[in-house]
């Protein structure tokens, strides 16, 4: 007796069928951490971006930070259209990675985003950062969410893949103890995008026209600035545009960029290996320089 034929649903077809309309034309945009990310046009609704993942994936918890983003109201999000844990819909946005030009709006927006705040730090649950879970739970205290939540989960997860050589992983343990000594609570908790960097924002000439991929939390300002100090993703203009609606305090350029910096630089040695290394030991020489 056979059994019945496998009948393998193209990914323009589980779409059209998600949405209730017929895909037209696809075609690839870009190769994520995840999967591919491919444009596709719909007969009756206008173009959707559509991401995929594998099936180990979590999907929908980059939906729930989309929507959490884009329901805040200050920066522009795509809408999500369908989401599972293999598969994102979002709405297509024109524009092209943040250009110079479009740099003053995003510090405009990015400042109005952290003007949004919360009554504790953290998610409430799981987040994404690429292809990373990480807990988010609500926390009081900002210095043990980082220290607990990033800090001591990204350490944990480069020693299971790219172990880290002795000296500095001793630096880093010890700078995880004096977090006390190097950070400060912020007075109340604000929306962090969290994973900011030109080729997550879209812009058409100066203005920005989307924020994407987010890795969002409620935290310190100060995270996700420290977070587009280290890429230098942006220049001046950005800069002066953010400050100018929200002053930066003294001491985050001298220390606290450093000790903010060693989340995503660990994230990076997980997911690219012994090449961030070296940016890695920058940091810590600057922040040693204050232990």
């Known amino acids: 007796m056979t059994g019945m034929p496998v009948v393998h649903e193209t990914l323009e077809t589980r779409v059209g069928r998600l949405i209730g309309d017929t895909v037209t034309r696809s075609r690839t945009l870009t190769g994520g951490l995840m999967g591919d990310v491919v444009r596709m046009d ?14 180990d994936a979590l999907l929908t918890l980059e939906a729930e930070m989309t929507r959490h983003l884009r329901a805040a109201g200050t920066i522009p999000v795509p809408d999500v259209i369908a989401a599972a844990d293999d598969l994102l819909v979002l709405e297509f946005v024109d524009g092209v990675h943040l250009q110079p030009e479009a740099e003053a709006h995003c510090g405009e927006l990015l400042a109005s985003l952290h003007h949004v705040t919360g009554d504790a730090f953290g998610f409430g649950g799981n987040t994404l950062n690429g292809r990373l879970v990480l807990e988010s739970p609500w926390l009081a205290s ?74 969002a939390c409620y935290g310190d300002p100060e995270l996700e600035l420290a977070y587009v100090d280290a890429w230098q993703s942006f220049g001046a203009s950005f800069w002066d545009a953010y400050s100018a609606t929200r002053p930066i305090d003294d001491g985050f350029f001298q220390v606290r960029r450093h000790v903010y910096a060693l989340y995503p630089l660990l994230i990076h040695v997980y997911y690219f290996g012994d090449r961030f290394l070296p940016r890695l030991a920058d940091a810590i020489a600057a922040v040693k320089r204050h232990v």
């Open 42 to 55: 719909l007969e009756r609704r206008g173009p959707v971006v559509v991401k995929t993942a594998g099936p």
């Open 142 to 215: 900002w210095i043990d969410f980082y220290r607990e939540h990033r800090l001591r989960y990204s350490l944990a997860l480069v020693d299971g893949y790219h172990p880290l050589p002795n000296p500095m992983r001793r630096d880093l343990e010890r700078i995880v103890d004096r977090l006390d000594s190097l950070l400060r609570e912020p007075d109340r908790p604000s929306l962090l995008h969290g994973d900011l960097w030109a080729a997550n924002v879209l812009s058409v000439g100066d203005r920005v026209t989307a924020f994407l991929d987010p890795s």
